[in-house]
């Protein structure tokens, strides 16, 4: 079942994780926000995608424990900034408090500075795995997906909209650009850290970018799905957002029924990049199946 | 003359930023905002210490360029956050108004994740000078220099005594603490990086990292005694701050003329650690002597 692999591979995560945060001489504030941002639960998506498209070369999940820990530090990163008052002002984030909410506003910009710099000094470890010259590609790509070009300038043009309150014209080739970066990039190089890490070939590393180009894409029509007719307690945060804060979405330009089938499309066109690597990538294809269904 | 050293040191690494900050599709405002925040002038202290550390060793400006521009983005995201209203509230920098102020307050906590970011994707950038393994160790040591143990840890354990308006109790070990992660780290891995970039023995980097541990501690004292002492117009930014906010500073502890003292002691061992490298070292013992005379 795939969600036993979801969970398996949280499990293993987390664990690293938290006794990654306890090392170092971190003051005892931030290292609390730190935890509370990391160990709160959550779906651990983009970890297990590094794992997983690890897995497809028979590296073992040991090996890629390192690159995905650090990816999920550059995604709680992430939440903890948007979170903020200033940014998207939510105040509950996987059922729980977030952490402006929890501390206070300081503390929350800090802990994401200190988990983003955390991304890279774990991505960058030498490990008997990972060679430097894996740690520095890592690093490189792991940076161009989650920087100016891709994550953080995603959230640029995503607010700039919303908080300008412009008229309501969302623009398709804009939307895809938007999801692309803000989302796509860093599901996209969630799929390719585990092809680098296990030194494919270019090919390989080619299919796997376009299987997480479309599953990015795939993820973010779900997630619009759900924040316009999902239920707050189900999902675990406000819903309904995005049309109040005047967010472009495809749900928002083409209604859900359209965007329906555009999820289908992705959905279809993950799978089929997965072709060369046959039965192995039956986990990934049901990683697809999941994002398409998912409630939360 | 230091002065003209820096100022061609300062020039190479704006030329550099300005080129890096053209490249990839950023979106404008983002832009604008990362290109207010980096070219805004300032000394590039920091940057020449990786130039100068590399010089020791022959290696030539250019190939140095890129660690040092890596290292300039961390320095000025940090000033971005630390400048927001939820942080030390400050609306003037370098003679001319913060990012927050020039924009608002999620553009520079975004402008900020995004020059981090660029950093390590400079950092990890492979050169025909750098090779992975010596990118893999730059972006290492700058993660743990720039974190949770580091500059970010060191900001959160300022803004923490003076937020919570405790009664005024510093403590010398607390102080010396404090300073060597919030703006220690960050110089002492300055030195470093020169002799990381030219492979140079154990013991060469040892003699950088120590002349890094008191050229930090010398920055911090002449810091402290400028915001104490010194004119806002002439250090272009507002001063008083420190005993205002509560902050604990070796000046509030001992006096100015005791900190003057511990400054001198500071360059006295910065400069001692430089002799095994001879006359070679001379333009890194003008830095002392500026950073010790600095007026701003």
Known sequence: MLVDHLARAADRVETYLSGVLDEDATPDRLRKAMRHAVLGGGKRLRPFLVIESAALFDTPTDDALTAA??????????????????????????????????????TAILAGDALLTL??????????????????KLCNLMARAAGRAGMVGGQC???????????????????????????????RYACEAGAVLSRASDEELESLSTFGKHLGLAFQIADDLLDAEGDAATVGKATGKDAAAGKATLVGLLGPDQARRELNTAHRNACAALAPFGAKADTLKAAADFVVARDR
């Open 69 to 106: 820990a650090a990816l999920e530090c550059v995604h709680c990163y992430s939440l903890v900034h948007d979170d903020l008052p200033a940014m998207d002002n939510d105040t509950v984030r996987r059922g729980r408090p977030t952490v402006w909410t929890a501390f206070d506003d300081w």
């Open 157 to 187: 043009l995503d607010l700039d909209a919303g908080k300008r309150n412009e008229p309501a014209t969302p623009d398709r080739a804009h939307i895809a650009r938007l999801q692309a970066m803000k989302t796509g990039a860093l599901i």
């Open 119 to 136: 991304a890279f000094e774990l991505a960058s470890r030498p490990t008997p795995a990972a060679h430097p010259d894996v740690c520095a």
